[in-house]
């Protein structure tokens, strides 16, 4: 059983449209985690 070529085009935009998701919410629960430890006066970056 063959796949038609679009439903690889649709695999393939969901499986990009969740990574940009998933990379921009690391990207911000990681800028929110690092203010959040330099209010509290930690100096390390992580």
């Known amino acids: ?3 038609s070529p679009l439903a690889w ?3 393939l935009a969901a499986l990009s449209h969740l990574s940009v998701l ?3 919410w690391r990207r911000d629960s ?3 985690s ?4 330099r ?3 930690s100096k390390k970056p992580w």
């Open 22 to 24: 998933l990379a921009a």
């Open 1 to 3: 059983m063959a796949s």
């Open 9 to 11: 085009l649709l695999r």
């Open 30 to 32: 990681t800028d929110s």
């Open 39 to 41: 209010r509290n006066g």
């Open 34 to 37: 690092v203010l959040t430890r």
